[in-house]
């Protein structure tokens, strides 16, 4: 991270995850992981279940509110502490979507028809997408900034987003003469800040693909994830003995970046290990350690799903924290465009 560009900011680190259910292996090494990692250190750090950009496409209202308390439960099953870290659902602090209002009028409509994500999402029926669909990195953008947060740990196919992110806060710092918000810095690092699916190295590992088989879910158990690991797809070839001989080789990369990232090794390291051997001997080696490292996390998230007053509660603990950080920032920022402050 740069510290001499947001000199004079705190340093303070926001993430977020959807609560659109089935969370994955693919969050936990991507995301979950991660964030645990960052507590403790120099930055503080702020996670949040972002409920209102799952609702940018129709959800079921029972259904949302049980993904809501899974993901704060994934969250903690990770290792992320409500003490050391502010977690929180996004719709609790309603400055997220007031700042986003306000970032409306400053982002412009052709950076958000190019962002890929919407392309994605709207498919050929763009005309028929939710509005909230379109404005949804506007969005994004108010769930970093109203922290002024430093740095953000994001996946590659979010960089786009981040990059919007720092379009809006140097166009409104620019209009008025400000140095309101930071230049938000991605962190991205790590053998598996993207994990493809088991069945398909091309494709991300994701909680929509129909087939189950392409991914690693947080619930499964120690047979599931075993049978998943020993169906996913490979080649016949033996495992080199560096990262670059897995340059043209997208199934077997994955493996072996999932395995460095289980074990926090180097992909290098982990090939170090079995060179040359096939993936009969890799893939029960990788079964082994990932029941050995998700076991404890799917257990742990039953236990606090057992309790959902529990949940809520921690969840509405952290949105008064956030909020306690969120509002001055908020009131700062309207004062600096002009508009009158609440005398609440």
Not at 251 to 277: C, H, K, M, W, Y
Not at 289 to 295: D, K
Request: aromatic share 6%.
């Amino acid at each position: 991270m740069n510290e001499t560009v947001n000199q004079g900011f705190t340093p303070r680190i926001f993430s977020g995850i959807q609560p659109s259910g089935g969370l994955t292996l693919g969050n936990y090494l991507g995301a979950l992981k991660r964030f645990a990692a960052l507590q403790g250190g120099k930055a503080e750090t702020i996670y949040c279940i972002v409920d209102l950009h799952a609702i940018t496409v129709w959800q079921e209202p029972e259904i949302l509110r049980q993904r809501i308390r899974e993901g704060a439960a994934a969250f903690m099953a990770s290792g992320v502490d409500p003490a050391q870290s502010i977690l929180f659902n996004q719709s609790q602090v309603p400055a997220h979507a007031e700042l986003a209002w306000l970032f409306n009028t400053v982002a412009r409509v052709g950076w958000m028809y190019r962002m890929t994500q919407f392309k994605d999402k709207a498919g050929k029926n763009s005309e028929n997408a939710s509005l909230g669909l379109l404005a949804y990195p506007a969005l994004m953008a108010a769930d970093i900034l109203v922290y002024q947060a430093t740095a953000v740990p994001v996946g590659e196919d979010q960089k786009q987003h981040l990059e919007l992110t720092r379009d809006i806060a140097a166009k409104f710092n620019h209009d008025y003469g400000v140095q309101h918000f930071p230049m938000t810095e991605p962190l991205i690092e790590g053998a598996a800040t993207r994990v493809m699916s088991l069945r398909d190295g091309a494709k991300k590992m994701s909680k929509s693909d129909p087939s189950d088989a392409s991914r690693i879910n947080l619930t499964d158990d120690a047979d599931a994830i075993a049978q998943k690991i020993r169906k996913a797809r490979t080649d016949a070839d033996p495992l080199p003995g560096s990262a670059e001989g897995l340059k043209d080789r997208p199934e077997a990369r994955n493996l072996v970046n999932i395995f460095a990232a289980l074990s926090d090794q180097t992909p290098d390291q982990v090939l170090t290990r079995f060179e040359g051997q096939g993936f009969g001997a890799f893939k029960p080696a990788l079964a082994e350690l990932a029941v050995e490292t998700l076991s404890p996390i799917t257990r742990r998230m039953g236990e606090f799903m057992a309790d959902p007053d529990e949940i809520d509660r921690i969840l509405g603990q952290g949105a008064e924290r956030a909020e306690a950080v969120a509002t001055p920032i908020l009131d700062r920022t309207k004062e600096i465009m002009g508009l009158l402050r609440s005398r609440n």
